[in-house]
């Protein structure tokens, strides 16, 4: 595995993989710039950024160029896309995954959809972590905070994440922008067995993969899916710890998908799935959200733990695609430790 390095007085590259910002949200983003500036960081955009037409930034060939322009600028030490969207998939095939270089990219929705594929084909680690926007507050909750020290960690080194003590139950952009996440929700991780029961202690470990499900269960049965590829050439035969975001999949459209991954052999040798809380929740039938992750965890014979912080309920740690990482659960809280191994 190659971990990008950041160093001190970073530039950003800004440049968008899927949405571009909308008219209306453009004062948020350059109060997200200027706090980073303010943060010591050096921000450099493509000002592809601030077109969006059709669900898109630019062309898929346009997005991709900017992405690539920025991975071989000497200058650009990470590259934060503003936020996701919904057709970052289109980028892929416009790619030169030889020419990526070991630079963080960061994001997670729609961004994702690139961090998993870059992983899988090349070992550069990536970060599953808040968008830039998300960043714009003058203070922030200590789980977001550690992004920063997450990035900044060595190849070699290890940095451990605690579990929030509360998080946002819904978005609120009127927000003072002081503290951008309005957290109101006592934090709570909760677990299941293999035979499907309820745990109050767990701990698993392996090489960390995963992202949004509803945008890397397109990347099934393509060249940017292929696990066992990653298995076998970034891998010392270690288990995979997979996480997952759900930002709008009902209960049953999950199940599916699920279904699928395992269907594809993604789960193969998994020592365990963390699901993020669930963005928008859909429960169809009677079938809820713990009973699908009941129902995969006796299906894989491996233990679950769901409501973590990560995805579209903040606030999210910095996940690290690639990572070694360990997974532990005492009653309801939680940490995560993750290895640059």
């Not at 971990?3 to 530039?11: F, K, W």
């Not at 193969?268 to 169809?284: A, C, E, N, W, Y």
């Not at 014979?301 to 005492?330: R, S, T």
Request: hydrophobic share 40%; with cysteine; net charge negative.
């Amino acid at each position: 595995m190659q971990y990008p390095q950041l160093p001190d007085n970073s530039t950003i590259g800004i440049t968008p993989v899927s949405n571009g910002i909308f008219s209306s949200a453009k004062e948020m983003f350059e109060t997200a710039f200027t706090r980073m500036k303010e943060r010591g960081f050096e921000v450099i955009k493509n000002e592809m950024i601030w077109g969006h037409e059709k669900a898109r930034a630019a062309t898929a060939k346009e997005r991709a160029e900017g992405l690539m322009a920025m991975m071989e600028d000497d200058r650009i030490d990470f590259i934060m896309p503003p936020w996701g969207g919904h057709l970052a998939i289109e980028v892929l095939e416009y790619l030169d995954f030889e020419r990526i270089k070991p630079k963080w990219l960061t994001g997670y929705s729609d961004i994702s959809t690139l961090l998993l594929p870059i992983t899988l084909r090349t070992g550069i680690a990536t970060a599953h972590m808040a968008n830039i926007v998300d960043l714009r507050g003058q203070k922030m909750d200590e789980v977001t905070a550690k992004w920063s020290d997450v990035l900044e960690t060595k190849q070699g080194e290890k940095i451990t994440q605690q579990a929030s003590v509360l998080y946002q139950l819904e978005w609120d952009h009127e927000h003072p922008t002081e503290m951008v996440f309005n957290l109101t929700e006592n934090t709570k991780w909760q677990a299941i067995g293999a035979e499907g029961q309820p745990l109050h202690e767990v701990k698993f470990e392996g090489r960390i993969l995963g992202g949004c499900i509803d945008t890397i269960r397109h990347l099934i049965g393509t060249p940017y899916g292929n696990v066992p590829y990653f298995r076998e050439h970034f891998t010392q035969g270690e288990q995979v710890m997979w996480y997952i975001d759900d930002s709008e999949l009902d209960t049953v459209d999950l199940k599916r998908s699920l279904t699928q991954m395992k269907y594809a052999g993604w789960f193969k040798d998994t020592s365990g799935l963390l699901f993020g809380r669930v963005g928008k929740p859909d429960i169809k039938e009677d079938y809820t959200y713990p009973d699908v992750y009941r129902d995969i965890a006796k299906e894989l014979n491996i233990p679950v733990i769901y409501d973590v912080d990560f995805g579209h309920k903040p606030p999210q740690m910095a996940i690290i695609n690639g990572a070694y990482g360990m997974i532990e659960l005492i009653e309801d809280k939680g940490r995560l430790t993750q290895y640059f191994i």
